[in-house]
């Protein structure tokens, strides 16, 4: 199974970015897909995620409002579309999948839960 995540890069605040996680090695749709994110000498929290039908989203209140997770299954791939961005927003983003035998609702958040995770891809707004 690989998660390989693209789109990072260096942006002033207030742009945008959409980042895009590709899935290759299992069953796209049996998943649900979270996006979470590192910022330096700080513990990995979560950012948003959807389930495997692409209809419930859940959002990190700091993001809710400026972010937007989609995802195409034809495509295998998750995106994470981010808004008004600003330089607390600095981090590392992962994308991850949950498989459909865990409870979307309990575990949407849940890093330990999470089956497969992606290398990360480095986003920095600068100020």
């Known amino acids: 199974v690989q998660l390989v995540e693209s789109g990072g890069g260096l942006v002033q605040a207030g742009g945008s970015l959409r980042l895009s996680c590709a899935a290759s090695g299992l069953t796209f749709s049996n998943y649900h897909m979270g996006w979470f994110r590192q910022a330096p000498g700080k513990e990995r929290e979560f950012a948003a995620a959807?389930?495997?039908?692409?209809?419930?989203?859940r959002y990190a209140d700091s993001v809710k409002g400026r972010f937007t997770i989609s995802r195409v299954d034809a495509a295998k791939t998750v995106y994470l579309r981010m808004n008004s961005l600003k330089p607390e927003d600095t981090a590392v983003y992962y994308c991850?999948?949950?498989?459909?035998?865990?409870?979307?609702?309990?575990?949407?958040?849940?890093?330990?839960?999470?089956?497969?995770w992606g290398q990360g891809t480095q986003v920095t707004v600068s100020s």
């Open positions: 991850a999948a949950l498989g459909l035998g865990k409870s979307y609702y309990r575990n949407y958040d849940a890093i330990s839960e999470y089956d497969y």
């Open positions: 959807i389930d495997w039908s692409g209809g419930i989203t």
